[in-house]
């Protein structure tokens, strides 16, 4: 099969490999819709997960089911799928402690381009295909149900690691896919004012579109400052991060009320340690919180996300920015990713 890897740090290329094998348990996916994602970019030109060399990038996809193992149950060739971008093993001694992410060991729940091929080829493998693939409802814009991979379910996930609750005031902090739909999260939890900070005017009027109530533009100050001038020195309930670096989360410090809580949700691709200031952290008894979380994945957490987009909760065709036709445009479109012009959101590829 033929697909688009990693070649090494900083390199990628297209390869030939030979196709996965099919597992009794597991199923084989042909993708008819893909997306390239920041974690890409951090995985191939910031080397964020170690060297990786010919690895099939990739682990956004809609499908249409190949052939299924012996044991598989409820999908056949030929079904449309839903495919989440974090395919845990369920019957791990993680799963049933309620971590399915970490399934194997930390972060090994996401296996796409992490520890094996992941989606941009002819043919992709799917573990457990009972639990991980979801039916792509009847009608569902394959473009859209892309974005249910992995741009909503871990912006959503990181109001549920804050915690938003009813009337919080909320800070985001980076408003690329994920943390518009942070935003959305928020405003869906029933947040109060949600602060959203990011420089580009698409994003930002986007931010609004879901609930943002102000928007913070961190070339027009620190954001420390910011937030104490709009909240008049309250600060904030609860904070998702889902940009920046590891330098960010002591500015995050700064502007979070004691008993607050940080969902962080941004992939930190470089850096050795996240700076949290002392002082601001109550000398250590400050009642603040910070958590990060890879999203959930599987079968249910997929059908869930779909009933929010087919019942109206949840519109995520404004991050759809860019449309690709073809196979051969996946690089193309990786590029884009990488380059993020100031009119890009999210680019999707069409098979």
């Not at 697909?3 to 900083?10: D, K, Q, V």
């Not at 690691?161 to 518009?180: E, H, K, N, S």
Request: negative net charge; contains cysteine.
């Amino acid at each position: 099969m033929k697909g688009l890897a990693m070649r090494r740090l900083n390199e990628i290329g297209w390869i030939e490999k030979e196709a996965p094998a099919c597992g009794p348990l597991d199923a084989l996916v042909r993708p008819l819709a893909v997306a390239p994602c920041s974690s890409d970019v951090h995985t191939v030109w910031e080397g964020a997960m170690g060297d990786r060399r010919d690895l099939i990038l990739g682990h956004e996809a809609v499908g249409e089911v190949l052939e299924v193992g012996a044991l598989v149950r409820d999908f056949r060739p030929g079904d449309k799928v839903l495919v989440p971008a974090i395919t845990p093993d369920w019957n791990s001694l993680e799963a049933q402690g309620g971590y399915s992410m970490h399934s194997g060991g930390m972060l090994a729940g996401w296996k796409f381009s992490n520890f094996k091929d992941g989606v941009f080829a002819e043919v992709f493998h799917v573990n457990d295909a009972d639990g991980n693939l979801a039916h792509l409802p009847q009608g569902m814009d394959l473009a859209a149900a892309v974005m249910l991979s992995d741009m909503v379910p871990t912006g959503l996930h990181g109001a549920e690691l804050a915690d938003v609750q009813f009337g919080d005031a909320v800070l985001v902090v980076g408003i690329g896919p994920v943390g518009l739909m942070a935003v959305a999260g928020a405003a869906l939890r029933g947040a109060g004012a949600i602060y959203a900070v990011g420089s580009r005017p698409l994003c930002q009027e986007v931010a609004k579109s879901y609930g943002a109530t102000a928007i913070i533009d961190y070339h027009s100050g620190t954001l420390h400052e910011q937030i104490q001038e709009l909240t008049h020195g309250r600060g904030v309930d609860k904070a998702i991060v889902a940009g920046g670096d590891v330098e960010t989360f002591a500015e995050v410090f700064k502007v979070l009320r004691p008993g607050g809580r940080i969902g962080n949700v941004n992939y930190l691709g470089s850096g050795e340690a996240v700076q949290v200031p002392r002082l601001d952290w109550g000398c250590g008894m400050g009642h603040k919180l910070l958590t990060g979380g890879l999203m959930p994945g599987g079968r249910l957490r997929m059908e869930k996300l779909a009933a929010m987009v087919t019942h109206g909760r949840l519109d995520v065709q404004p991050l759809l920015t860019h449309r690709f036709s073809g196979f051969d445009k996946m690089e193309e479109a990786l590029l884009l990713m990488k380059d993020k012009p100031r009119d890009l959101i999210k680019p999707v590829v069409m098979m």
